[in-house]
């Protein structure tokens, strides 16, 4: 069994910084990758960082320059520092898991529960 969870939201003013972190547990053999995603309110889902092992991390042209994404794959987690927020980064904030579990072959994907961030003009 996988689990991930987020946490680290809240409301803060814009100009403000809040960091959000990410960990996966349970059967883990292997990770891929741990990526950030928010929702606003009736607005789709849209991906705002992707950290992948060994890799450079990448950014949504929407927080470049602000936010800055890190992981430690050896814990399978991964932060979200994010700096200089907007009220436009209002959202539910979720992270997701691309990894293999223990004793398998195939790679999954596992979503947290989401985390509110709310930023106040």
């Known amino acids: 069994q996988v689990q991930v969870v987020e946490s680290g939201g809240g409301l803060v003013q814009a100009g403000g910084s809040l960091t959000l972190s990410c960990a996966a547990s349970?059967?883990?053999?292997?990770?891929?990758?741990m990526t950030w995603y928010r929702q606003a309110p009736g607005e789709q889902r849209e991906q705002v960082a992707h950290?992948?092992?060994?890799?450079?991390?990448s950014y949504s042209n929407s927080v470049e320059g602000r936010f800055t994404i890190s992981g430690d794959s050896a814990k399978n987690t991964v932060h979200l520092q994010m700096n200089d927020l907007k009220p436009e980064d209002t959202g539910v904030y979720y992270c997701?898991?691309?990894?293999?579990?223990?004793?398998?072959?195939?790679?999954?994907?596992?979503w947290g529960q989401g985390t509110q961030v709310t930023v106040s003009s």
């Open positions: 997701n898991a691309h990894l293999r579990p223990e004793g398998g072959t195939r790679w999954f994907t596992y």
């Open positions: 950290f992948i092992v060994g890799g450079i991390p």
């Open positions: 349970g059967s883990i053999s292997k990770l891929n990758s």
